[in-house]
């Protein structure tokens, strides 16, 4: 009973802040990040706050069916086109957690393994896990990696909302420069007067039991993020074949609330120390993720022609639900960052253990 009145409490304070960073107009991605800053707030000081992994495979799932439908066949198209800016983000990506690694290890003492996967950009869990197993400190880890998730969602959702103020990195939502995000809204519900009641519910349905199908599929399958990419999949399949495939604005918005209750939760008062216990590896973190995303992004746009904005939330490591969730609220190309982003889970987990011992061999700790 107690661990069910926590949860209620959670959520409220999530929907709380969400809604009210939206009512403050100057908040990008607002929901989540309203969410985001109020759970942590709540979870520092009073800490009466729960969410169980559960609700984060369903929140994925929510996730997934939100972004799904948003693809259409000629979307589908460019995917082909993705290859070498992945490869390039994917290879400057290990060139700098060895870069930075590497610093830390010898200006810092930390042993190199653990500097090395304190700056390999995966999840947190995964790295920690992957670590341990070769003696690494995996409470470092964990706290340099949510370090790392920090600085991303708290940094760059502003950055970018500078920078296309002045106009230096545009939108989709470019097209249509008379359309301020609230009009974009009213616009969606305005297409919605095209369905029925009936036609909304049942167009619900069908795009939420395939893509919760396909999310508890992903799950089971043990593939990175598996419970939001098969839920996407299924509700591009949905969207493909089932043109009344429907979900709610008020579902859409939930997805991005339960992402920031979600982060907010992972960021303790244990884990701040071990932040604060970092010291010097930890600043060296925050300029990393400051600059070397910047960085990445610029080389990326120039070397492929992708769009700046596009290459920027596809060279900043977040999570992917998350920078998924952030490029399409913002406007960006949200399905080239879902994929940039789940291959870099994917290599971060399979590809980098391999090339981080082949470094030790070379240099050893």
Same mark, same amino acid.
């Given at each position: ?76 198209? +460019? *995917?082909?086109?993705? =290859?070498?800016? %992945? /490869? ?8 700098? &957690?060895?870069?930075? $690694? ?109 893509? +919760? *199908?396909?999310?508890? =599929?992903?799950? %089971? /399958? ?8 098969? &839920?996407?999949?299924? $509700? ?130």
């Amino acid at each position: 009973m107690e661990t069910f009145l926590m949860l209620i409490v959670t959520i409220t304070i999530g929907i709380i802040g969400g809604v009210g960073a939206k009512k403050l107009k100057f908040i990008p991605a607002a929901y989540m990040l309203g969410a985001l800053l109020l759970v942590t707030v709540w979870n520092l000081t009073v800490g009466f706050a729960f969410f169980p992994q559960e609700l984060r495979v369903a929140t994925q799932i929510l996730a997934g069916t939100y972004l799904g439908l948003s693809i259409d066949k000629s979307n589908l198209y +460019s *995917i082909r086109t993705l =290859i070498k800016p %992945i /490869s390039i983000i994917l290879t400057l990506f290990f060139i700098n &957690a060895l870069v930075f $690694g590497y610093i830390v290890h010898r200006f810092f003492g930390t042993d190199l393994v653990t500097a090395l996967y304190s700056f390999a950009p995966g999840g947190v869990a995964e790295m920690a896990i992957i670590a341990d197993s070769f003696g690494a400190d995996a409470g470092m880890i964990t706290a340099m990696q949510l370090l790392r998730l920090i600085t991303a969602f708290t940094f760059y959702p502003f950055l970018f909302q500078i920078l296309e103020k002045k106009g230096i990195i545009q939108t989709n939502r470019k097209d249509e420069p008379q359309k301020t995000p609230e009009k974009l809204e009213k616009s969606a519900k305005i297409i919605d007067v095209d369905l029925s009641r009936q036609e909304k519910i049942k167009g619900c349905v069908i795009a939420l039991s395939f893509s +919760s *199908i396909g999310g508890i =599929i992903g799950l %089971i /399958s043990g593939v990175p993020a598996g419970a939001m990419v098969f &839920a996407m999949a299924s $509700g591009v399949m949905v969207n493909i074949f089932y043109p009344k495939a429907y979900m709610p604005l008020q579902m859409r918005f939930m997805a991005q609330i339960m992402a920031g209750i979600f982060l907010g939760m992972r960021i303790t008062p244990e884990s701040v120390e071990g932040i604060t216990r970092s010291g010097g590896p930890a600043l060296v973190m925050v300029l990393s993720m400051i600059s070397v995303p910047l960085l990445i992004g610029c080389i990326v746009h120039k070397l492929t022609k992708m769009k700046l904005g596009t290459s920027l939330f596809c060279s900043t490591p977040g999570g992917m639900s998350e920078m998924s969730l952030l490029a399409k609220d913002m406007g960006f190309d949200f399905m080239t960052v879902s994929i940039t982003h789940l291959a870099r889970i994917i290599a971060v987990i399979i590809v980098f253990p391999q090339l981080i011992n082949l470094f030790l061999r070379i240099i050893p700790g």
